[in-house]
């Protein structure tokens, strides 16, 4: 009956994952039955709940780990509440899981390293067989997993690379050199930086120097930026250009509207004009449009960002975002819960890149995604009816 049950789940999961072209190289729309869909929370929800967030998140799913289903226990950390995906994430990873016959200890952790240690702490203890952990820092688990890796527990990084820890089996991700390119590409052709003669002027923003993503999609874009900086027809005129410089802790929206509204006050308060802004994530786009809408007054830039969030797609619509890159949380979570199948029966997982993600241990195995991008032009055909929202979502 299990078996059953897993072979319609695995069969629905790759259908949709050849659909949406995770890793098959097709960008074509989702066309999943929403049924089999986890409804994205509606910002004002996501909210809400972040509110009460420290306090549930450890309390809500000890339970869930103490009711064991046979299948095994598996272990979820997630980095926080305060942004959509993540939510999306730990869903999605908890309805799939669930379908094939897991138990599932989910954990979010404020973005605090130390209650993210002590949640996986939990879950070693609690029996978990395998832990799939979008960490907060890459960095700072290789005493924990340690442990779990003596107790003979499987570990999947989920999104995000775990640096320096030899306890780590296998990386699920989407490719984030890619998501960078396509920012990057976007920004290129918006601008037809080929054939026009400039110069325009750019400001960047990137992500969580703990978060070895934030690299990659600053070097995706960098790679097909930096030459139109080095030769003058883009102009950075905050003169911030290097990871470091343009880094966003966290990647808090705060943060990156505080160092927009230094940037304009210091360069486009006398109506100079900002051509385009290199978000990396959508958080950081919104910090950079609040200030935007706050402090500037010339054309409006084009925007990049990543993850079609709620209150994004909503600035899409309205002309203050020019795109984001659609990484479709679902198909993310039906190719790490092939991973865990596999490693619970003895199979082998699914990987498609034996070559890009070293932690400092060695390479390993990942399976990489493909991102799509969404503008006013396809978000309809992305978003909407790939069952991904719904309209009344994104009003
Ligand atoms: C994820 C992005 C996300 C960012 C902030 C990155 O690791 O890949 O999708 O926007 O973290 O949470």
Known sequence: MKKKLLGAFLSVAMTASMLV???????????????????????????????????????????AAETTAGGGIVGVAMPTKDLQRWNQDGANMQQQLEAAGYTVDLQYASNDIATQVSQIENMISSGAQVLVIASIDG???????????????????????IMNSDAVSYYATFDNYMVGTKQGEYIEQQLDLKNADGPFNIEIFTGDPGDNNARFFYGGAMDVLRPYIDEGKLVVKSGQVEFDEVATANWATETAQSRMDAIISANYADGTKLDAVLCSNDSTALGATNSLEANYTGDWPIITGQDCDVANVKNMIAGKQSMS???????????????????MKGTEAPVNDTETYDNGTGVIPSYLCEPVFADINNYKELLIDSGYYSESDLQ
Not at 325 to 343: G, N, W
């Open 139 to 161: 960095d700072s688990l290789g005493t924990v997993l340690a442990q779990a890796k003596e107790a003979g527990i499987s570990v999947i990084a989920y999104d995000r690379l």
């Open 325 to 343: 890159i659609f990484k479709d949380t679902r198909d993310l979570a039906a190719k790490t819960v092939e991973m865990v199948d596999a490693i």
């Open 21 to 63: 072209g995770c890793g098959g190289g097709s960008s074509a729309p989702a066309t999943t039955d929403s049924n089999e869909t986890t409804e994205a929370p509606a910002a004002e929800e996501t909210k809400e709940e972040t509110t009460e967030a420290a306090a549930e998140e450890t309390a809500e799913t000890t339970e």
